[in-house]
């Protein structure tokens, strides 16, 4: 939990999610489509399967005759006279969105760290908006190349649909894109060490 947390700039961008998409070589994982509110950026996110259904329930407004974890977050911050402000999405690390819960107690900030694909769930359940900062989503988004084609940055593809287009590059004799893959491929696992320790 951090207090009075500064953004990395006031430039935020406003996101609704737009779609949910189930991939198609994993069913245990799901994509998060946001789309920027007032423009034509997009940013997938992935998701695991209970989360994904928590969003799909709230988008829907399906509610439950016992609470979920969600309606149970939420239920507590009631209780406890804490308002959930909004959901900041901060950081993008090894494939990985990072994300605050910015709530409210008796006039103070609060900005909790939460799993995006949970933070997501929050923010449709309670109605509240997601932002994220300017430059990570022009860094981050998918963009629309005309035709019905989109271009995706690296970044958000997970480790293994990289080492495929790693194998690709190398049978292709792209040898700078493979170098390119290799590098970022190492920095994911160096990172995953590191945060392992």
Known sequence: ???????????????KVQDLLQKASND??????????DGNRSLPILVGLLEAQAIAMYMRE??????MLHDLLAGMAD???ISIREVYIYKVKAGVFYSYLVCEQYGQTVNVDART???LAVALHRRCPIYIDEDLLNAQCMRDEGGGAYSMPITVMNTEVLRG???TAIEREDYELAAHLRDV????????????L
């Not at 245990?28 to 509110?37: D, G, H, M, N, V």
């Not at 399906?62 to 609470?67: A, D, F, G, K, L």
């Open 1 to 15: 939990m951090r207090r009075n947390t500064c953004y990395s700039s006031m430039n935020k961008v406003e996101l």
């Open 28 to 37: 245990k994982f799901y994509i998060a489509l946001l789309r920027e509110r």
């Open 62 to 67: 399906v509610s439950t005759e016992r609470p």
């Open 79 to 81: 209780a406890f006279a």
């Open 117 to 119: 694909s949970d933070a």
């Open 165 to 167: 287009v790693l194998q």
């Open 185 to 196: 491929i190492r920095e994911r696992e160096e990172s995953r060490e590191n945060d392992q």
